[in-house]
């Protein structure tokens, strides 16, 4: 995003009490990249502790890896995929299988500012998780897998998504 744009000023827009000040990081080819992850990896007193990595990743052994320009490029088929799971399980409140867990929640209380999606305790000492905006009601569950049941694809596309429409557990079976 760039520097000047309205977002970064909104101190409330995305992190709590925090506008963006600092340009977006440079983006580095295969050859720095190598010479920028060599500084920690052999290091064990800062490994782990001044970065988010865990292990050092093993496409850094292949010969091609440093003449790379996107050496962090990732499968985006399984990307999209994933992101596309993730999103149907939260948005259908999909049990285990959500993102907007106790975690998210906590985390969202630190970070934003988004005082009704907060974690609210009962009497009991228990947790209540008020329901998301973005999560669809019970009432219009049925409504989106019949128009999901009803739509017509060709043939090797998406045609098997309509046999896997279950309007009595109200969920897609076989592919999420």
């Known amino acids: 995003m760039p520097i000047d744009h309205e977002f970064t000023q909104q ?7 925090t506008s963006v000040s600092e340009e977006p990081p440079i983006i580095l080819a295969g050859e720095e990249m190598q010479r920028h992850s060599d500084r920690f990896v052999g290091d064990s007193d800062t490994y782990g502790k001044l970065h988010n990595w865990t292990h050092a990743l093993c ?6 890896f440093q003449k790379l320009l996107l050496p962090h490029n990732i499968d985006v088929m399984h990307n ?9 399980n939260t948005c259908f409140d999909i049990g285990d299988k959500t993102k907007d867990n106790v975690k998210a929640r906590l985390d969202l209380a630190l970070i934003c500012n988004r005082p009704s999606l907060h974690l609210v305790q009962r009497n009991n000492g228990k947790w209540d998780r008020p329901r998301g905006p973005f999560c669809i009601s019970k009432d219009d569950k049925p409504t989106i897998l019949k128009w999901i049941q009803d739509l017509k694809f060709p043939n ?12 009595e557990q109200k969920r897609v079976l076989g592919i999420l």
């Not at 101190?11 to 009490?17: D, I, L, V």
């Not at 496409?59 to 091609?64: D, E, K, N, V």
């Not at 999209?80 to 149907?88: L, R, S």
């Open 11 to 17: 101190a409330n827009a995305f992190r709590n009490n």
């Open 156 to 167: 090797a596309y998406a045609a098997n998504i309509t046999h896997g429409v279950n309007l």
């Open 59 to 64: 496409f850094r052994q292949l010969p091609y």
């Open 80 to 88: 999209e995929k994933n992101m596309a799971k993730a999103i149907w």
